[in-house]
């Protein structure tokens, strides 16, 4: 479940964002992690932490704490070496580098 369909708030400063697919997750400032930012890195350094429910998030090497800005998450592309960054509530941009108005 996600953060929005479980009740479960975020915690640690957490907002529960909506990602393009349409499913919700806990957007964590950093140094928190996991389905609710329940955990303290380096807990969740390369490993899966279940953060949604179509397929959990693994934060691995490829995404490092700030190579997503201002609470993106950091998520890497299936079969590939590439990333992508889903944007806090408020942000846009490869990076969420930019603030909408």
Request: aromatic share 6%; charged share 15%; net charge neutral.
């Amino acid at each position: 479940l996600s953060c929005l369909d479980s009740g479960e708030e975020c915690i640690n400063g957490g907002e529960c964002i909506q990602r393009p697919l349409g499913d919700h997750v806990c957007s964590c400032p950093y140094p928190y992690c996991g389905l609710r930012c329940q955990y303290q890195r380096p807990a969740c350094d390369g490993t899966s932490v279940g953060v949604t429910s179509i397929a959990a998030t693994t934060l691995s090497p490829a995404c490092s704490s700030s190579l997503c800005n201002n609470r993106g998450i950091c998520q890497q592309i299936a079969y590939g070496t590439g990333i992508q960054c889903y944007c806090a509530r408020g942000w846009s941009g490869s990076r969420c580098q930019y603030g909408k108005l």
